[in-house]
């Protein structure tokens, strides 16, 4: 089962973002997650479509945070990537006129709901600033966290 990371990457790219008091370049920050840069670009221009980042022209441009960490819940991250599927299981839906299959996807439905309505309010109580404490806490105060950038 193929699994989605995007919501994981964004966090991870916001860390760094949330870290620094000066714009970050897209490559930097694609090098820090061992991705390309356009990958980075695609997933951070929904981030600037929410209002959450605003890039910064220039010589010493990149991206920049616009909101303050602790106004940024992973709710508010996960509803700018357009809400993706929360779950990987599905329902399977090949005979909808089979009273088993109608069955089993009406319980699993309501399971499914009930399960993502508790990890969205989840979400809503966790900010970016309460994970980047976690990281500083885990890990000592480390500038840039994990590029290979040198501190300014």
Known sequence: MKRNSQLSVTLHV???????KTP?????????????PVVIRRMIGKLRDAGLVESHKGHN???VLVQSPASISLKDVYGALG????????????NPDCLVEQAVNASLGEAF????????RQFGK?????LLQD????????PHLCTKEKAA
Do not use: F, M, Y
């Open 61 to 63: 441009g990149g991206w």
């Open 126 to 130: 966790v900010t970016l600033s309460a």
């Open 135 to 142: 990281v500083h806490k885990a890990a000592g105060r480390v």
């Open 14 to 20: 916001l860390l760094h973002l949330a870290d620094r």
């Open 83 to 94: 809400s993706p599927g929360l779950l990987a299981l599905s329902h399977r839906t090949e």
């Open 113 to 120: 709901q009930e399960a993502e309505a508790r990890l969205l």
């Open 24 to 36: 970050i370049t897209s490559k930097v920050l694609a090098g820090a997650l061992h991705t390309n």
